[in-house]
């Protein structure tokens, strides 16, 4: 695990380049390597994990005419590396990263279809003056490039390419607008003007100063024979392709260890991790204290280390986050909204005490139906069937009953989203649930200078997922746009970003695009099965997991936002969000920023999430564009 970057064209020189790998060194503290060519300079900052003694990068072909810096892991590179061997390819180390170099010699572009792993790399061929660079299928490393004025520039993180004199700190107005409604911003864009990110699952190709990109990988349409019936021999399937993927993501030459929140993802991957092997296995929990136990599953965590022997470690999260919010900011680069990224960093930074590598159940909810909104969209296909008169009166007097919660599960919230969601069409309906604000409540929010700004579609990619959807169920379509939305450009930026502020390598078994290819040939009914969520993967391990980690309800790694903001965040809120600072930064309209504040410190509406928003976003333009950067409306 490393952090890369590297410079084509203009000129590029050392001191710019050791400057970018100073601001990735937390992403690989062990080590550092450069190459300085005629016309390009790559290096990288290395997390050794594989062959420790002869890893090291940059690595330069035979001949010294090709170089490659990659950061991540290649899990099958035992097999290719044997494949390579039996047609004449000789290696001089033992790492994963010369497997990728091999296979670039012998099959070109393509060789990034074999590869089954995380990664970002980049491959400069110093005859034919070209840059390759490609990434990981579901986009679990990132790639962030800017192009300008006779240069290309690209790193693992943002902040690297601010050392190189190019890239500029204007605000993408798109990118923002995105952030806006979803809490994080889009697969192709940054929240910078000109930089952008190499998607999931593609390559790019820089020739000439033109760069070219290719999709090679995209999630699978479902099978004409799909899988409809529950029997032993699905179970068994299902759990041979997720004990192959942790076997894969073991290989390490350092201690590792696994994320255990105590639900049924990370649980089966302890699990699996226990079944591939019988030496140590340690594993890392957070709770939240008795305040906040609503929130908290170290009871599940600690009945699942005690079925498997693992060497189990606690810590209890106290509500720090006025802290740790300018240190999230500064991880990303970008604003940020998933407060769930606080209980990653805790975790991370309990964790990395003890090993260099941890697994992680991400991506469980979204490739075995994990999430309460799957369900709804089945229900609300029904529901949109009864008179609208009906619908509207039930939907009054269901959110007039409930009483709102500040705890984990405020059913008064998903009523409201429901009931509002049900007036619309699909997807529309699906994406309206998973919105921070939706196009009203932006247009309620912004003020006209920033809503002339506010272009682009929200939307758009989450509607191209969409169209994918197959099995004749509209759950498939909501599996497709999580897995092509939320899961890279939510989950995984933030796993990433958290784990690697800390030095620690995150690896998520159920991101394995075999596991994901497996998942979507499965019929949605049959993944909720008895109208549970993740009925199907329960009923796999049911001989396996505690039954009182089976049966508990859904959690999700999240913090208790809601609470702490009318508690100890209660200054951070009125410092980012003030009438003086909202005012004077002309993006949001005063009076709708108070109410909002006002209906959640007041306990009548949890407005957490979208309160988050806005403090985040007030965060990342001190940080970044208060100094030097171009945020002005006018």
């Known amino acids: 695990m ?90 001089r180390t033992r790492s994963d990263t010369e497997v990728i170099l091999r296979a670039w010699e012998a099959d070109g572009e393509a060789c990034v279809e074999r590869l089954r792993g995380m990664f970002a790399f980049a491959i400069w061929d110093a005859r034919r003056r070209t840059l390759f660079l490609a990434r990981d299928r579901v986009g679990k490393k990132p790639l962030y490039y800017w192009q300008g004025g006779g240069a290309f520039v690209f790193a693992s993180e943002i902040k690297a390419l601010f050392c190189h004199p190019g890239p500029g700190r204007a605000v993408d107005w798109t990118a923002l607008h995105h952030y806006l409604a979803y809490g994080y911003t889009p697969a192709r864009r940054s929240a910078f003007a000109g930089i952008v990110k190499l998607p999931p699952g593609h390559t790019a190709t820089l020739t000439g100063g033109t760069l070219n990109l290719r999709r090679y990988w995209d999630l699978p349409p479902a099978p004409a024979e799909a899988a409809r019936a529950d029997t032993p021999e699905l179970h068994e399937r299902l759990r041979h392709e997720i004990r192959e ?34 030496g140590r296995v340690a594993t890392f929990s957070i709770g939240f204290g008795a305040a906040a136990s609503s929130w908290d599953e170290l009871r599940f965590a600690r009945q699942v280390a005690a079925r498997f022997g693992t060497e189990h470690h606690e810590e209890i999260l106290e509500p720090k986050a006025a802290e740790l919010a300018p240190v999230i900011v500064r991880a990303f680069d970008e604003p940020f909204a998933d407060s769930s990224a606080i209980a990653t960093f805790a975790v991370a930074a309990a964790t990395v005490r003890h090993v260099k590598v941890a697994l992680s159940g991400i991506g469980g909810d979204e490739t075995f139906a994990g999430y309460p909104r799957y369900l709804g969209l089945a229900v609300s296909e029904q529901w949109a069937r009864v008179p609208r008169a009906l619908r509207r009166a039930a939907g ?73 959807r197959g099995h004749g169920a509209a759950m498939d379509g909501a599996f ?6 939320y899961l890279p450009d939510d989950l995984l930026v933030m796993a990433d970003r958290m784990t690697m502020a800390n030095s620690l390598e995150l690896r998520a078994p159920f991101c394995d695009h075999r596991v994901i290819e497996t998942s979507l040939a499965i019929a949605p009914a049959l993944k909720t099965r008895g109208f549970r969520l993740k009925g199907l993967l329960k009923a796999a391990y049911a001989d396996v997991l505690p039954r009182s980690v089976l049966a508990h309800r859904k959690q999700g790694f999240m913090i208790p936002l809601a609470r702490w903001l009318r508690g100890d965040l209660r200054p951070l809120v009125d410092d980012l969000l003030s009438p003086e600072r909202v005012r004077a930064r002309g993006l949001f309209r005063v009076e709708r920023v108070q109410a909002l504040k006002q209906e959640h410190l007041a306990g009548r509406r949890s407005h957490a999430d979208r309160l988050w928003t806005l403090m985040m976003a007030e965060l990342w333009l001190r940080e970044y564009l208060d100094r030097g950067g171009d945020w002005r409306l006018a």
């Open 2 to 91: 490393c952090g890369i970057a590297g410079i084509v064209g203009g000129a590029p020189g050392r001191p710019t380049l050791e400057a970018m790998l100073a601001a990735l060194d937390h992403r690989g503290p062990d080590d550092r390597g450069t190459y300085l060519g005629d016309d390009a300079a790559l290096g990288m900052t290395r997390l050794a994990i594989i062959d420790l003694v002869t890893g090291r990068q940059p690595m330069t072909s035979d001949d010294g005419n090709t170089t490659l810096v990659c950061n991540g892991e290649i899990y099958n590179f035992r097999a290719l590396r044997a494949e390579l061997e039996a047609r004449g390819h000789r290696f």
């Open 245 to 278: 993927a942790v076997r894969l993501r073991l290989e390490s030459d350092v201690p590792l260890g696994v994320f255990l929140s105590g639900g049924v993802d990370s649980s089966i991957v302890t699990a699996s991790m226990r079944e591939v092997t019988s």
């Open 396 to 468: 009054a007097v269901a959110i007039a009953a409930l009483p709102e919660s500040f705890t984990s599960r405020n059913l008064r919230d998903w009523v409201v989203r429901f009931a509002a969601g049900a007036e619309r069409p699909l997807p529309e309906r699906y994406f309206a649930w998973t919105r921070f604000f939706d196009t009203p409540a932006l247009a309620g929010l912004a003020t006209p200078a920033l809503l002339a700004r506010l272009d682009g579609d929200p939307d758009a990619e989450g509607r191209t997922a969409w169209r994918g």
């Open 480 to 485: 497709r746009v999580d897995l092509a939305t």
